[in-house]
């Protein structure tokens, strides 16, 4: 279990991502691009005294159009030039960082007429971002610290399949422990036998298109578990 410090200095960093991103959704417009978001996106974390990343130099992972269903990883990402136009998918990956202590936080934007929805009319949009909701409040509801990262990888592949969905993700994975260095990283992948209780905060971050689909949805936040065993978001 982490320190009351720990959380707390985690939980600053990770709700800096989380205004950006909750700021980002009313300043796309049509004419917006990755490169322009993901600049937006960079400028408010800096206004917000977070300019550094753990992620590879790419504070800001932003996919759209006909890279919305694209897995890459921040060390060969670079941000395109596609235009949003008036219907699009537009998903937006923030990893600040502040001395040791991580943000990583993913939500996906649906557009339509031109601009950021909640209430999208598409009802792939709906399957999709209503799914990610779904399958994270299960996920807290059902992951103990004796779940392993194995478990948690079968029991989220599982519930993503049962429901009409694939799993996106290039490592196929749905998630990772928070660490002070990139490269000590547990996934969340099926041959892992680690507890999850072994490990102060994880992320999960499923990444997911409907089977036939054409959209990629991806939504993540930080988890730990409290002093009673529950898991709790950051």
């Keep these: 279990m982490p320190t009351a410090s720990q959380i707390a200095k985690h939980r600053e960093v990770q709700n800096a991502a989380k205004t950006v991103l909750a700021r980002l959704a009313s300043m ?64 937006v990956d923030l990893s600040p960082s502040h ?12 557009v339509e007429n031109g601009r950021v929805t909640t209430t999208p009319q598409l009802l792939e949009f709906r399957n999709g971002l209503c799914f990610q909701q779904h399958l994270h409040a299960q996920m807290l509801e059902t992951v103990t610290p004796k779940t392993t990262f194995g478990q948690l990888f079968d029991w989220a592949n599982l519930r993503i399949r049962q429901n009409g969905f694939v799993n996106l993700d290039y490592r196929n994975n749905v998630g990772h422990s928070i660490v002070t260095d990139r490269d000590d990283r547990q996934y969340i992948h099926s041959d892992n036998k680690l507890e999850l209780g072994e490990i102060s905060f994880f992320s999960f971050e499923p990444f997911i298109r409907l089977k036939g689909g054409k959209w990629g949805f991806k939504h993540e936040g930080i988890f730990y578990f409290n002093e009673h065993g529950r898991l709790e978001e950051l």
């Design 28 to 91: 796309i417009t049509a004419d917006d691009s990755e490169q322009s978001i993901a600049d937006k996106a960079y400028a408010m974390l800096c206004e917000s005294g977070y300019a550094d990343t753990w992620y590879h130099q790419c504070p800001a992972l932003v996919l759209l159009g006909s890279r919305s269903c694209v897995s890459i990883s921040g060390s060969d990402y670079q941000p395109g030039d596609e235009v949003v136009g008036k219907a699009n998918l537009i998903s």
């Design 99 to 110: 001395q040791e202590y991580w943000g990583d936080c993913a939500r996906s934007f649906a």
